[in-house]
């Protein structure tokens, strides 16, 4: 089992380039997130999603979006990156139980 | 204000010692309270889960929650090196999102 797996595992991005963050679990979760961990910040929901088909906005959604066509996959899209974009993403899944959320090894990103 | 507050840290413990690691909150619609473990460079882990108010102990860790005075502990025993990491405080209403702590950085020192 390889739980929650995020790629890449760093990444430079020039200001106003695109990417996408991947993320997959093989828990058969039904329920995933993404998550912004700034230093001294503590972690901020970005988006999440239920099930495949439907996503929801969390705290600070604004210039990130998401689809979820499959049960195992998650992808965040940075459409034109930012410097307040620099930051370390995490993604994780739980089943109907929120509380136990399983998370992948982050991304660190970095906007010049 | 934020809706939950927790100290930064870092804190140094020798080893052997009882650690208390604390989080205060605003919300009162906050009734399942978790603590998370984050080792550098990971990402977090659950160690404890709470439901409302009382304590539970899972080896040499203890949670407490008091909801009265809108706080959460977390206690460590027989503090080890392994412990060293930072522990991150979680709360949520009934609805599904985590409100999450900035983190408290723990050293335990050999």
């Known amino acids: 089992n390889a739980g929650v797996t995020q790629t890449p595992k760093f990444r430079i991005l020039k200001i106003g380039q695109s990417m996408t963050l991947q993320c997959t679990q093989d828990?058969?979760?039904?329920?995933m997130y993404w998550y912004r961990q700034d230093p001294g910040m503590g972690l901020k929901l970005i988006y999440y999603s239920v099930g495949a088909g439907i996503t929801d906005k969390g705290e600070v959604p604004n210039g990130y979006n998401v689809s979820r066509s499959t049960t195992e996959d998650f992808p965040l899209r940075l459409e034109l990156a930012a410097p307040s974009q620099t930051s370390v993403y995490f993604c994780a899944s739980s089943d109907y139980s929120v509380e136990t959320q399983y998370f992948g090894p982050g991304t660190r990103l970095l906007v010049l | 204000q934020k809706e939950v507050e927790q100290d930064p840290g870092p804190l140094s413990v020798p080893e052997g010692a009882i650690v208390s690691l604390n989080c205060t909150y605003s919300n009162s619609a906050f009734q399942y309270f978790m603590w998370y473990r984050q080792y550098s460079r990971k990402g977090p882990e659950l160690l404890m889960y709470?439901?409302?108010?009382g304590n539970k102990e899972d080896g040499r860790f203890t949670a407490q929650v008091d909801k009265s005075s809108k706080y959460i502990s977390l206690f460590i025993r027989d503090s080890q090196p392994s412990d060293s990491a930072t522990y991150l405080c979680a709360m949520k209403p009934g609805r599904r999102a985590l409100t999450f702590g900035s983190g408290t950085r723990l050293q335990v020192q050999p």
């Open positions: 828990m058969n979760h039904n329920y």
């Open positions: 709470t439901y409302s108010s």
